[in-house]
């Protein structure tokens, strides 16, 4: 699976949007790019994954460049409760395939 | 049901001991992963089971010993374990025929002493 390289953390205020980039330059086509978010101590929680399109849910928006050597992660209104180390993966699917956690970014929401 | 449950959440075990961590799911998921995460640290993998065999093994030491007696369960045997062995663990599953989301458990955190 493709490595990614993100900043080590961020912060943003609250109610406003927060981006977090993630480059994956050496992401292969076959291979997702997927956000997962882990508050203190809890399990990893899924956000949003995507091929090559935008993708949008009720959590968040994910914009993957055309190239599709980078991603974004858009949460629109951040709250204080969004604050977490969020990891941007690459994974294609499959029987024998690796979800492989890079450092992610920590993201600090100041009221 | 999306929910992976582990057991124990807590565990504490001397270095001799022998003890297991249980992880069930019933999504019908035939992929389930162990992962070890180190205070500060990403979680890291150890083992894959795709259909109930072994088929990722991240060169993790043999006193680390998974089993997944069915599609539905997964364990961790742990034996002579060291106190850096201390972590969370963590377990996760997804559906391996698509490519959507793994879900994860709430994790065992374990001491060793």
């Known amino acids: 699976d493709a490595k990614t390289t993100q900043p080590p953390s961020m912060d943003c205020a609250e109610g406003r949007a927060a981006n977090l980039p993630c480059n994956h330059s050496t992401i292969s086509g076959n291979e997702y790019v997927y956000w997962y978010r882990q508050i203190h101590s809890q399990g990893p929680q899924y956000i949003i994954h995507g091929l090559k399109n935008n993708e949008t849910n009720e959590m968040a928006s994910l914009i993957i460049t055309e190239d599709r050597k980078s991603s974004t992660l858009i949460l629109p209104h951040a709250t204080l409760r969004d604050t977490a180390v969020y990891y941007c993966i690459v994974s294609r699917g499959g029987a024998n395939s690796k979800l492989t956690f890079g450092k992610g970014i920590t993201l600090s929401v100041r009221p | 049901d999306t929910e992976v449950t582990q057991t124990p959440k807590h565990l504490v075990m001397g270095m001799t001991n022998k003890k297991s961590l249980k992880c069930e799911q019933h999504m019908g998921h035939r992929a389930m992963y162990w992962y070890k995460q180190k205070a500060k640290k990403p979680p890291e993998l150890m083992f894959v089971y795709s259909y109930e065999k072994l088929s990722i093994n991240e060169s993790v030491p043999s006193r680390f010993s998974p089993e997944c007696p069915n599609s539905s369960l997964l364990n961790l045997h742990l034996h002579a374990l060291q106190p850096e062995d201390s972590a969370l663990y963590l377990c996760?599953?997804?559906?391996?025929?698509?490519?959507?989301?793994?879900?994860f458990g709430q994790g065992t955190r374990l001491t060793v002493v």
């Open positions: 996760a599953s997804r559906d391996p025929s698509l490519n959507t989301e793994a879900f």
